[in-house]
């Protein structure tokens, strides 16, 4: 392998001392001719001595141009930077050993043999004319050149070049360029990052700005009164909510110590030591004229470099306590408001009822004139007389009772015994697709509470449960148990660690939201359209539980219907009262299933004492449908009279049942419009379903344009508008059969 070159080494293109020609040793002086041998002995041993000397020099430059040559190669190996020499082609005649790490790192990379094709073609340019400004100049540099290593490998550096001219043993010296790579990435990196660090810096002192506006804005718009005090309790925020509470400007208060306005929050600050925030509750507060006010404090302790700082939230209580004021007030009124709205929304069904009921009686008296009159039986319907007559009699206490404006007179009342009492107010407003269903454990323990007061805030429940439910099928299911709340339920609602009875009412309707749940004890608070509610009968609820120490809880979710459950407190050591039952001293009664409309009634005119009609070949058998027992007991009778089989059902199920079981046993199916769960319209459905042909009749009090056309649409041929009379209804049973009668 060839020494390099070190001629670059001489800028000036001076030659070393190694580089020098061998000195010839002195010519000999001619010897004159006649010269004896001892002077040419001398002569030689001078020219030696001569030799000698040159010797010694030139074995002396030697040894410092090799120093010099070792030197060179530790300096150009050892420099922390890369170190090439480029001719005139670009060809990299000689390169240190950090020029080979930064240019080819791995065997794979681009051998270092030429310098151009490491650099960008964005920064080519500038490098070809900065080798020109060195073949001109003798020296030249590029900034911030890129060289590219390999496709993720790049060096980002200053581009140093020296011109030089290496000198040879023959010709003309050769133009080369000394180049040298100072790596700039770290500290571009450093720029870059500084410049980042300068932006986020900027941002973030943006973000502190705007975030001090929200806060201000916060503060300022709060409708709290909100006060910060410092380590020495002195006040240096003073919001504008807190200047209206304390009617105190925030320039006079600023400056000022806390006790100056909340002389009791003063003291709570040493909780500072403790958490780091606290609820203090309700305190009296003194505004800058002395007066007194009901706040809600609530504080907030902050630790920093400077000391600590206290946040004050006070909320003023007087608007709340004057509402409860106000509230409690209204609720006597209320009540009573309320009690006259059930009054006027049961009337129609309790008059319906009653007419059931007199029509009943005046049917029965008719049939037992007739009786006496051919020395027949008068004992059974004199029963049903008495019975109708205990049953209205129970309907006028009942609403007597539930109008009384008296203070609540708490006493041991049997819930089961009210429960079903209020169950027969309650099934005259059900509407037909709305079933009711009851379960009551056995041997319930009574209450403490007003039966009146119960009665109410049930017959509120069940209503707004039917209107939840709207025109949609569902049903509401009353439920009595007894229960000991667990501990986080009394918490919640303040209940006593004793026994209750819990009074359930749930229904399946579209339940209610969370909004909707945090005002539904509100008065006058309802989600029905105008004209459909006033708003108070979750309100009544609510003080009707309140007056009997005991609670409400409410469970609901949009799609999965409400739960009501009041917890009213076991009476204990006394005998639970028990309202007069109409049954109590006769014929058992089943409860009605609902009351009819308002303006039906059944046969209320006289029947005369006529002879039954001729009997019929064939005696016609008619079902007749109605949920009173009365008037079903009485229709059997007065068409047996007249000659036909009749077959009576209070239940439209069991109805339908016994119709599908033998079709063509009857001649005429009357039913009642009005039943509980069941509408008579879907009754005239599935007859029409089972026998197309059979004639169907439909009964009602109150017939509207709507009744009959979805009467007629389903196919019944006639309407009976109650009330009616005896010779009405045979007449039009008669119609109706012989009309379809084959023969």
Do not use: W
């Not at 929050?265 to 780091?276: D, E, H, N, V």
């Not at 008296?365 to 004199?382: I, N, Q, R, W, Y």
């Not at 219907?561 to 109409?582: I, Q």
Request: aromatic fraction near 4%.
């Amino acid at each position: 392998m060839s020494e390099p070159d070190l001629s670059f080494l001489d800028p000036a293109g001076r030659q070393s001392a190694a580089a020098e020609p061998t000195p010839r040793p002195p010519a000999p002086h001619p010897r004159a001719p006649g010269a004896s041998a001892e002077g040419l002995v001398a002569e030689l041993r001078a020219y030696q001595a001569e030799l000698e000397s040159q010797n010694k020099v030139l074995r002396y430059s030697q040894a410092v141009a090799e120093s010099a040559y070792e030197r060179f190669e530790t300096l150009f190996a050892s420099v922390p930077l890369a170190l090439m020499v480029v001719d005139d082609h670009d060809m990299v005649v000689q390169a240190n050993s950090m020029a080979h790490r930064s240019f080819q790192p791995t065997e794979r990379d681009r051998p270092l043999t030429a310098l151009m094709p490491f650099v960008c073609p964005q920064d080519a340019a500038r490098v070809r004319e900065a080798f020109a400004h060195a073949q001109d100049l003798g020296h030249s540099e590029v900034k911030e050149v890129v060289f590219t290593i390999s496709e993720a490998t790049r060096i980002t550096g200053d581009l140093h070049i020296a011109h030089i001219d290496a000198p040879q043993t023959s010709g003309p010296p050769l133009s080369q360029f000394l180049c040298a790579v100072i790596d700039q990435g770290p500290l571009l990196a450093e720029r870059q990052a500084l410049q980042h660090s300068a932006e986020t810096l900027q941002q973030r002192n943006e973000q502190i700005r705007a975030s001090e506006k929200r806060l201000e804005a916060v503060i300022n718009s709060a409708l709290d009164a909100i006060i910060c005090v410092d380590q020495h309790q002195r006040i240096t925020v003073f919001n504008p909510t807190a200047a209206a509470l304390f009617q105190c400007s925030a320039s006079d208060a600023l400056g000022s110590t806390l006790d100056r306005f909340l002389p009791d929050a003063a003291q709570a600050l040493a909780f500072a030591q403790l958490t780091t925030q606290a609820l203090l509750g309700e305190m009296t507060a003194l505004t800058a004229s002395g007066k007194e006010l009901a706040v809600e404090v609530s504080v907030s302790f902050e630790r920093h470099a400077d000391g600590e700082t206290t946040t004050v939230f006070a909320r003023d209580l007087t608007g709340r306590k004057k509402a409860e004021a106000h509230r409690n007030e209204l609720e006597a009124q209320l009540r009573e408001s309320h009690k006259m709205q059930a009054v006027g929304t049961m009337a129609g069904g309790i008059a319906h009822d009653f007419n059931n009921i007199l029509g009943a009686i005046l049917g029965n008296v008719e049939l037992a004139k007739a009786d006496c009159a051919a020395g027949s039986p008068v004992l059974e319907s004199l029963l049903e007389i008495d019975k109708a007559g205990r049953r209205a009699r129970d309907l006028v206490r009942q609403i007597l009772t539930f109008s009384r404006n008296e203070p609540p007179q708490r006493s041991a009342v049997s819930l089961a015994e009210v429960v079903h009492d209020t169950e027969r107010l309650l099934r005259v407003t059900l509407p037909p697709a709305i079933e009711l269903h009851m379960q009551l454990q056995a041997g319930l323990p009574p209450v403490l509470a007003d039966a009146t007061q119960v009665e109410q805030a049930l017959l509120n429940l069940c209503t707004n449960a039917v209107h939840a439910i709207g025109t949609e099928r569902g049903s509401i299911h009353v439920e009595a148990a007894t229960v000991q709340p667990d501990q986080r339920l009394t918490e919640r609602l303040g209940l006593a660690p004793i026994d209750y009875v819990a009074l359930t009412v749930r229904d399946t309707g579209p339940g209610m939201d969370a909004a909707t749940l945090e005002r539904i004890f509100e008065p006058f608070f309802t989600t029905k359209p105008v004209g459909q509610g006033t708003g108070l009968g979750l309100a009544v609820v609510h003080g009707v539980m309140r007056t009997h120490e005991g609670g409400v809880d409410v469970q609901s979710a949009p799609g999965q219907g409400s739960r009501f459950t009041l917890y009213f407190p076991v009476a204990t050591g006394a005998t639970a009262s028990t309202p007069t039952s109409a049954a109590a001293d006769g014929p058992t009664d089943p409860a009605p299933q609902a009351f009819p409309s308002a303006t039906e009634v059944t046969a209320s005119a006289p029947v005369p004492a006529a002879p039954p009609s001729p009997t019929p070949s064939k005696k016609h058998h008619v079902m007749y449908v109605d949920d009173d027992q009365a008037l079903v007991f009485l229709v059997q009778r007065l068409l047996r009279r007249r000659g036909y089989e009749v077959s009576g059902y209070t239940d439209p199920h069991e109805a339908t049942a016994a119709l599908r079981t033998a079709p063509q046993a009857y001649d005429l199916l009357v039913t009642d419009y009005n039943m509980p769960g069941f509408c008579g319209v879907d009754l005239v459905r599935e007859a029409r379903l089972i026998r197309p042909d059979l004639p169907v009749a439909l009964a009602s009090g109150y017939v509207t344009a709507e009744i009959e056309q979805a009467a007629l649409a389903e196919g019944a041929q006639a309407l009976i508008h109650k009330p009616n009379d005896v010779e009405e209804l045979c007449a039009t049973v008669q119609r109706l059969i012989v009309g379809h009668d084959p023969a």
